[in-house]
């Protein structure tokens, strides 16, 4: 099935999200005409480029042979031209070979390369996490011969957090740095799953590495981060030797064959300090940071792709009599018609969640004011947890209605639906867990400020609630969104003054209640932005918004009951033993 990026979707999500707004205040050299631009562009390689070897990266995946690791056939050569264009560097600072671009237009790139090919996609997702890692707490040697290196995409970058024994729990990591007596270390130890860890598609690849000093005390506040280099980077920028640390296998897995997840072996490698001693974990979480919400990223590609090949197949297939004109295909069934238009709602949704975080992220940057630039900054530490879990659950939802669309011939895996679902099965998993997402935003961005930044996002959607109520053919939708406004404002409330076994216990549930919440406003946002057009493709929006609206939106009253009635004694009080029968 052909893939094509959606350039209108995503250039009408950027409108409704304050994008342009964002331009006129903080990038005043770019406007919508390079916008679209910059997306067309984007599809095209996209399209042309990284949709064909989806398959058959799939297929025949990364290879692991004599200690090296081979990119899937026609994935280094994609990458190289991915870099030749300039796709890597669109966000990053001019200072450092940047092109400045907003953070909302890269998540907008990465969109569609994440759709077209999820595997491809998270090689330079990683590298712009270590970017941003570098760009704060490197050193000006770092940032001199590193990071214009990174920026480019001539050397990529891989997040070394895992161990055998500390997966989400890294204070039990073990993996050792001797200070070498020359300034560096040398780090000792095992590292798993480790994406594109080693490949053979860039000239170096830069790991930052969480490690312990031989001093350092037990905990998190032992760790520290490092920077060790596949190949020696000398004063001049050349490289020299290779690094004492390899690959000791990749990784046999559900989906993503071509991304390689390795085992990385770190035997006295060289390595540099990156900030402060101790302070890994918090430097450390700028790269996680970025990569969570560029994971809520692929959710959303990876639902769209999988919506695209659903919706082909629905216009193309003949099943029973249908009861509304579709040439006779099962578009013509309501529940399917059903079916795929929420895939479409929730789709949008998440899309305009994960760009919001974007413009949010470059507002807390670039206002004019600290005022202006705090508020900014807690909106999007509030909604990236959102925006990384919510819409890797649609990502997974979409997938598996995709199968489920295809009948019998979604299970059959030449017909590609199926690749879709293992692959999207990954991101509720990765950068953090899905439940670690909701145990952030209830712990950290909602109990630690008494739900001020919650409480004025709910106040913002109530007023849209209101705009939508007052216009006749959304009046339903806002309706709707007003209570699940009240719902969440409730739920917030009952969280507040929760004990904190009761909160953990909701926090799941708390999570998925606010992604609706805020997927039912943006959708709001996006049909007051279309209404009254006679463009069936902005009429669409009214429709999605009001089935979004019924569909999900009703339920949350009653996900507010559940989340106050969570249960908490009840689960403290059964051993596993008593689940087992």
């Not at 202006?372 to 997938?399: F, H, M, N, Y």
């Not at 943006?522 to 007051?528: E, K, N, S, Y």
Request: charged share 20%; aromatic share 6%; hydrophobic share 45%.
């Amino acid at each position: 099935m052909t893939f094509r990026a959606p350039v209108r979707d995503l250039a009408f999500a950027l409108k409704t999200v304050g994008h342009p707004q964002l331009l006129a205040r903080a990038f005043p050299d770019l406007d919508d005409d390079t916008v679209q631009a910059v997306l067309e562009a984007a599809a095209a390689f996209a399209d042309n480029e990284l949709a064909p070897l989806n398959r058959k990266g799939d297929l025949e995946g990364a290879r692991y042979e004599n200690g090296r690791v081979t990119a899937a056939p026609g994935f280094a050569d994609a990458y190289r031209r991915f870099v030749e264009q300039g796709w890597n560097s669109l966000s990053a600072e001019p200072e450092h070979g940047g092109q400045g671009l907003s953070k909302a237009m890269e998540l907008a790139v990465f969109e569609m390369v994440h759709a077209a090919n999820m595997a491809f996609g998270l090689c330079p997702m990683l590298t712009q996490g270590a970017i941003e890692a570098l760009s704060l707490h490197g050193t000006e040697r770092q940032k001199r011969l590193i990071l214009p290196k990174m920026v480019s995409g001539e050397w990529t970058g891989a997040m070394v957090l895992t161990e055998p024994q500390a997966g989400s729990d890294l204070a039990a990591l073990t993996t050792r740095a001797e200070p070498d007596g020359q300034g560096g270390y040398r780090l000792t130890g095992q590292k798993i799953f480790i994406t594109w860890g080693d490949h053979d598609a860039a000239d170096n690849i830069c790991h930052l590495v969480l490690a312990r000093t031989p001093d350092a005390p037990p905990g998190v506040k032992g760790i520290s981060l490092f920077l060790a280099n596949k190949f020696e980077v000398k004063d001049d920028g050349s490289l020299g030797g290779r690094n004492d640390f390899r690959p000791g296998s990749i990784e046999h897995k559900l989906g993503i064959h071509a991304s390689p997840t390795c085992v990385m072996l770190y035997e006295g490698a060289q390595a540099e300090l990156v900030g402060e001693l101790g302070q890994g974990l918090a430097h450390m979480f700028v790269m996680m940071n970025a990569a969570r919400l560029q994971v809520g990223v692929q959710g959303v590609g990876i639902a769209e792709r999988a919506f695209q090949q659903a919706l082909a197949f629905s216009q193309e297939r003949k099943q029973g009599r249908t009861t509304w004109d579709a040439d006779g295909t099962i578009y013509g069934h309501p529940d399917v018609r059903r079916t795929l238009m929420l895939m479409k709602a929730k789709i949008e949704a998440a899309r305009g969640i994960c760009l919001t975080t974007g413009v949010l992220a470059d507002l807390a940057r670039l206002a004019e004011t600290e005022e202006e630039r705090a508020a900014a900054r807690a909106r999007q530490e509030l909604l990236t947890p959102i925006a990384k879990a919510w819409s890797t659950d649609v990502g997974v939802e979409c997938a598996s209605l995709g199968v489920q669309i295809h009948g019998g011939m979604g299970f059959i895996e030449e017909t590609g639906a199926a690749q879709h679902y293992r692959d999207a099965r990954i991101a509720p998993i990765y950068e953090g867990t899905n439940a670690i997402q909701a145990l952030d935003l209830i712990g950290r961005k909602v109990r630690l400020n008494g739900g001020a930044t919650l409480k004025a996002l709910c106040a913002e959607m109530a007023l849209t609630a209101e705009v939508l109520t007052e216009t006749a053919e959304l009046a339903p939708v806002g309706r709707r969104l007003a209570a699940g406004v009240a719902a969440l404002e409730r739920a917030t409330d009952g969280l507040l003054g929760a004990a904190n076994a009761a909160a953990l216990t909701a926090a799941t549930p708390f999570l998925k209640l606010a992604g609706d919440v805020v997927g039912g406003w943006i959708l709001g946002r996006q049909a007051l932005a279309a209404a009254g057009s006679d463009d069936p493709w902005l009429a669409s929006k009214g429709a999605l918004a009001r089935l979004y609206a019924s569909q999900v939106l009703t339920l949350a009253p009653g996900l507010a009951d559940a989340i106050a009635e969570e249960g908490a004694e009840d689960m403290a009080a059964v051993p596993a033993a008593a689940l087992a029968g």
